[in-house]
């Protein structure tokens, strides 16, 4: 009965870390990936120093070599703000989007019909969603643009 109740506990914390995991991000996804195999190789490492076999340890712990040393080149490197990212990046003085903007967004002249404002924002939610690949931001820009021009 114990191992019914541990495989259903297991079975349960599986299905939640696959809803966690369909919901991540894919740069949280990466990271996710380094911390797991920097974590393996330390405990490899660990493994073999424990069991006498100290070279084949070294060599284990150098091959965790590039990834420590691209984290210590990525904290080095100083932080660019990318046009556009962020919060209140390309809007109006008042946070709100202007009617220009919301224009240029969805490639429309001033002047565009509801069923013009509609058809566009269709157009590029096909690619921008982020279920299909594209960026949470710019999904999010396409929508405010829709919103500010239908109303």
Same mark, same amino acid.
């Given at each position: 009965?114990?191992?019914?109740?541990?495989?259903?506990?297991?079975?349960?914390?599986?299905? +939640?870390?696959?809803?966690?995991?369909?919901?991540?991000?894919?740069?949280?996804?990466?990271?996710?990936?380094?911390?797991?195999?920097?974590?393996?190789?330390?405990?490899? +490492?660990?493994?073999?120093?424990?069991?006498?076999?100290?070279?084949?340890?070294?060599? +284990?712990?150098?091959?965790?070599?590039?990834?420590?040393?691209?984290?210590?080149?990525?904290?080095?490197?100083?932080?660019?703000?990318?046009?556009?990212?962020?919060?209140?990046?390309?809007?109006?003085?008042?946070?709100?989007?202007?009617?220009?903007?919301?224009?240029?967004?969805?490639?429309?002249?001033?002047?565009?019909?509801?069923?013009?404002?509609?058809?566009?924002?269709?157009?590029?939610?096909?690619?921008?969603?982020?279920?299909?690949?594209?960026?949470?931001?710019?999904?999010?820009?396409?929508?405010? +643009?829709?919103?500010?021009?239908?109303?």
């Amino acid at each position: 009965m114990l191992f019914l109740l541990l495989g259903l506990a297991t079975f349960v914390v599986l299905l +939640a870390a696959l809803g966690a995991f369909s919901r991540a991000q894919v740069a949280t996804l990466k990271q996710f990936g380094l911390w797991v195999v920097a974590i393996g190789g330390l405990l490899l +490492a660990a493994m073999l120093f424990l069991t006498g076999r100290g070279g084949i340890a070294i060599a +284990a712990l150098t091959l965790l070599a590039p990834m420590v040393w691209s984290w210590v080149q990525e904290g080095k490197r100083p932080r660019v703000r990318r046009p556009g990212v962020g919060a209140g990046a390309g809007t109006a003085r008042g946070g709100a989007m202007s009617r220009e903007e919301a224009f240029a967004v969805l490639g429309l002249h001033p002047g565009a019909s509801a069923e013009e404002i509609r058809a566009a924002h269709r157009r590029l939610m096909r690619s921008a969603h982020p279920d299909q690949g594209g960026s949470d931001w710019l999904a999010t820009r396409i929508n405010q +643009a829709r919103d500010v021009l239908l109303g």
